[in-house]
T-cell receptor, first 113, second 112 residues
Framework: QKEVEQNSGPLSVPEGAIASLNCTYS??????FFWYRQYSGKSPELIMF????GDKEDGRFTAQLNKASQYVSLLIRDSQPSDSATYLC?????????????FGRGTSLIVHP | DTGVSQNPRHKITKRGQNVTFRCDPI?????LYWYRQTLGQGPEFLTY????????KSRLLSDRFSAERPKGSFSTLEIQRTEQGDSAMYLC??????????FGEGSRLTVL
């Protein structure tokens, strides 16, 4: 069974700090990696995706992928109180012709002023 | 609004009743997914469609659950003989083949 593991948190950081969110996955055939943000009572929204080893930056967000270690992370620079949410890691592969993103349980992030 | 639309947003039902949820995906998206989410957990895969074909269904999905996507447009998820354990948020998402999911607002089910 394909598994995606995340520390449920909460991760608490002060405003302006860097928040680091981590995710590990079990399926070595995984090819696509996503980070979603979910505010309380709302549905997930995509904030980053990464397909290749290394770093990918988009504004204050940086996604990092290490396929050898089966590890993906999300860094949020200059964290703001509005970043307080649950961050879901999702992983998928196209093995067998299917494409089913598997989600972790999410990490709760709290950014305090 | 051209996002994913789900109806109803909230449904309260008594145990044993049938419920149906509808999802209207983004029009050019050929893949449509149903997930279920409970408090403190990530979305759990239920089933997905490519156009009108249901390509995969979770082994966790009992026979009380059925989904359709006639003509590859909107989709419905029906739960028969609801149980209290079915209480959850039911999320629909759509995408083109790139795989980045766009979620609807969800349909929250409460089974009394």
């Amino acid at each position: 069974q394909k598994e995606v593991e995340q520390n449920s948190g909460p991760l608490s950081v002060p405003e302006g700090a860097i928040a680091s969110l981590n995710c590990t996955y079990s399926d070595r055939g995984s090819q696509s990696f996503f980070w979603y943000r979910q505010y309380s009572g709302k549905s997930p929204e995509l904030i980053m995706f990464i397909y290749s080893n290394g770093d990918k930056e988009d504004g204050r967000f940086t996604a990092q992928l290490n396929k050898a270690s089966q590890y993906v992370s999300l860094l949020i620079r200059d964290s703001q109180p509005s970043d307080s949410a649950t961050y879901l890691c999702a992983v998928s592969s196209t093995s067998g012709g299917s494409y089913i993103p598997t989600f972790g349980r999410g990490t709760s992030l709290i950014v305090h002023p | 609004d051209t996002g994913v639309s789900q109806n109803p947003r909230h449904k309260i039902t008594k145990r044993g009743q049938n419920v149906t949820f509808r999802c209207d995906p983004i029009s050019e998206h050929n893949r449509l997914y149903w997930y279920r989410q409970t408090l403190g957990q990530g979305p759990e895969f239920l089933t997905y469609f490519q156009n009108e074909a249901q390509l995969e269904k979770s082994r966790l999905l009992s026979d009380r659950f059925s989904a359709e996507r006639p003509k590859g447009s909107f989709s419905t998820l029906e739960i028969q003989r609801t149980e209290q354990g079915d209480s959850a948020m039911y999320l629909c998402a759509s995408t083109v083949n790139t795989g980045e999911l766009f979620f609807g607002e969800g349909s929250r089910l409460t089974v009394l």
